[in-house]
């Protein structure tokens, strides 16, 4: 199913299986309420309310296909996820379709730690997002970190294809953990606060942010990897590595 290619400094083979995924969603499937999990851990996201199911496109993101999130109403959920609020690492390839110029330019394309009805509080503990109306794309922590963590990528540099990643490690319940950023061949590392106490829920959503203001986000996601632990700078570029090849984006 997946091409190798040799991995940094080791030279030996390398495949995402190699790092023991906790949930792994490709650009393959052809079932509109579900996105499989590949991982082998039966994590699928589902999607059963057919107004809120995302479109699977074929040949849209550099000949590949993805699943188009209209901006409108369409979004994946799990309710059994792990809680963020430990170490965890979240990647996803993406291009975002248009973006929200006034208000509040939260766009989400994935969130963890969401209650199943979406809320108006900050519920959730680790997110990567849009960062409000500008073009950083990183993590805030749905309102309730003190600062966002994120890269600048410039003008226009959401709406071409970009591989994301945001991981975090150490801190107590999510409090003061290392967040590091990646965004294509831009990088950057801070430490999240929290202004409130953070809440365990351990819901998943895909497309969207769980809050009512702008709750959903208009682009096109072809692949999502996720770990239940921080992983490292080895290990990220060699995930980079591997989906650049696969998706023809450069890093």
């Known amino acids: 199913m997946f091409s190798s290619f040799k991995a940094r400094f080791t030279g030996k083979s390398f495949t995402p299986y190699d790092l023991s995924p906790y949930a792994w969603y490709t650009d393959s499937g052809t079932v509109t309420t579900t996105w499989s999990d590949i991982s082998g851990n ?3 996201l589902t999607q059963f309310t057919t107004a809120n199911r995302p479109a699977i496109v074929t040949n849209a993101l550099n000949g590949r296909q993805v699943r188009r999130f209209d901006g409108t109403d369409k979004f994946f959920h799990r309710t ?3 809680s963020a609020l430990g170490d965890y690492t979240i ?3 993406h291009k975002y379709n248009s973006l929200v110029s ?3 330019g939260w766009e989400g394309l994935v969130y963890v730690g969401v209650d199943n009805t979406r809320a108006t509080s900050n519920t959730g503990q680790l997110h990567l997002q849009r960062i409000n109306l500008t073009n950083g794309i990183g993590g805030h922590n749905a309102g309730v970190a003190t600062t966002s963590i994120n890269v600048d990528t410039g ?3 959401l709406l071409v294809p970009r591989i994301s990643c945001i991981s975090r490690q ?6 003061g953990g290392t967040v590091s950023v990646r ?4 990088t950057t590392t801070g430490t999240q606060s929290w202004t409130t106490s953070a809440t365990t829920p351990t819901g998943f959503m895909v497309g969207g942010r769980q809050q009512t203001v702008v709750p959903y986000t208009n682009a096109d996601i072809g692949e999502i990897i996720v770990f239940n632990r921080a992983i490292t700078e080895t290990e990220r570029d060699n995930l ?3 989906f650049s090849t696969k998706w023809s984006i450069t890093v």
Not at 170 to 175: A, D, F, L, M, S
Not at 183 to 186: C, K
């Open 102 to 104: 006034s208000g509040n």
């Open 42 to 44: 039966a994590r699928s």
């Open 170 to 175: 150490g801190g107590t319940n999510g409090n």
């Open 240 to 242: 980079f590595q591997f």
């Open 80 to 82: 059994s996820m792990p």
């Open 91 to 93: 990647l996803v390839i």
């Open 155 to 157: 003008a226009g540099g």
């Open 183 to 186: 965004s294509n061949n831009l």
